[in-house]
């Protein structure tokens, strides 16, 4: 990670984006601003140079005839974004501004190698992102982390990814960004992160809020968030101990490890496990479609699962597991039978049967009823 401007040019930076962004009245209001170099110059950070060309570039208020590839700056004014003219940056920066999080400023640089710097006004990690470390097992002065960005996006958009045409960009937006690095320093006194991606750090921290603000982004219990960002995200070696620790929330779990259903072999493995611990029957059809020839243990396992949870399901699970397995190569097919369905005429002997047995049953009560009164009359 190459080193940070120094702290005059982050003055610099900040003064000149007072300027040439937003008269006084409006960066006072304002959120967060940032100014980009030419994006020829985002040679590691790709998705810095994609996000503007598709997130900003084809925003309403974009200035006709302006080329996306030139500096500009950007700002906001409640919902709106407001575009200015470009400001001088370093000749590494490839963007630079400062954002507000729960009333804390934090002035930030992006390098051309995709390193970011974050430079908090204070000693104390703002609650939003102390959450997320904390979700995340983020220490200050701890070791550095490494998320899987695009992991952690994908599944907490949930189902607008694919009914939403925005989340849909969101969610390429964060396959741009890709795996993200990054620590958390105290220097004199104030809190530093550093991190690199294909979006530096700000790109990812943005496309987070985006989904998180999203209707129809999944919800997950407290008790389980924690465990679930970790499994999505984590590529380090707790990630699987986490996708282990999830079923400990019980049913809460479940949407998370039907997700990592679609993950490697050991996510796999884990989410097999623990829908078999939970007893998650409804799950059994996805089970076995996560069954892969190219992952003999998640294989295994999901025989395992099929073996357990078959004669606890009802007969619409059991054909649409049976369904999931016609279309699995890696399972044999015999592994479930096809549900039994009685026909009319079996229905109508079943019914004869009740009847009859019904009527014996009346008949024997009333022959020993018959019998109890000629008792009591002879004894009368």
Do not use: Y
Request: contains cysteine; hydrophobic residues 50%; neutral net charge.
């Amino acid at each position: 990670m190459r080193r940070s401007p120094t702290r005059l040019t982050t003055a610099a930076i900040a003064a000149a984006m007072s300027i040439a962004c937003a008269p006084a009245t409006l960066a006072q209001q304002a959120s967060w601003r940032v100014a980009f170099g030419p994006s020829a110059s985002a040679i590691g950070a790709s998705a810095i140079d994609w996000m503007r060309r598709e997130l900003l570039a084809t925003n309403a208020a974009w200035p006709l005839l302006r080329d996306a590839s030139a500096p500009f700056c950007a700002w906001n004014d409640g919902d709106k974004i407001l575009f200015g003219e470009a400001i001088t940056l370093p000749g590494e920066c490839v963007a630079a501004g400062e954002f507000v999080v729960d009333s804390s400023t934090i002035a930030f640089e992006c390098r051309n190698d995709g390193s970011e710097t974050w430079r908090l006004a204070g000693a104390r990690l703002p609650a939003p992102i102390a959450n997320l470390f904390a979700q995340l097992r983020i220490d200050v002065d701890g070791p550095p982390r490494a998320l899987d960005f695009a992991s952690l996006a994908g599944n907490l958009a949930g189902v607008a990814v694919e009914e939403d045409s925005r989340a849909r960009v969101l969610h390429l937006a964060a396959l741009q960004c890709g795996e993200v690095t990054l620590a958390a320093t105290r220097e004199q006194g104030r809190i530093v992160i550093t991190g690199r991606s294909g979006g530096g750090l700000v790109g990812p921290a943005w496309i987070l809020a985006e989904l998180r603000r999203r209707d129809a982004a999944q919800t997950m219990d407290a008790s389980v968030l924690a465990w679930t960002a970790r499994a999505f995200a984590g590529a380090d070696a707790d990630r699987l101990e986490a996708a282990r620790q999830l079923q400990r929330a019980g049913a809460a779990a479940v949407p998370a490890l039907r997700a990592l259903l679609h993950g490697d072999e050991a996510s796999r493995l884990c989410a097999i496990d623990g829908l078999l611990r939970l007893k998650a029957v409804s799950e059994l059809p996805r089970i076995v479609a996560a069954a892969d020839i190219d992952m003999p243990l998640a294989t295994a396992m999901a025989e395992t699962a099929i073996e357990e949870l078959l004669p606890l399901a009802d007969s619409d699970t059991r054909e649409r597991a049976r369904k999931a397995l016609a279309r699995n190569a890696a399972l044999a097919p015999g592994l479930i039978a096809s549900s039994p369905r009685a026909s009319g005429e079996q229905r109508q002997r079943l019914v004869t049967i009740a009847t009859l047995t019904l009527a014996c049953l009346v008949g024997l009560w009333l022959r020993e009823r018959a019998r109890l009164a000629r008792a009591e009359r002879a004894f009368a």
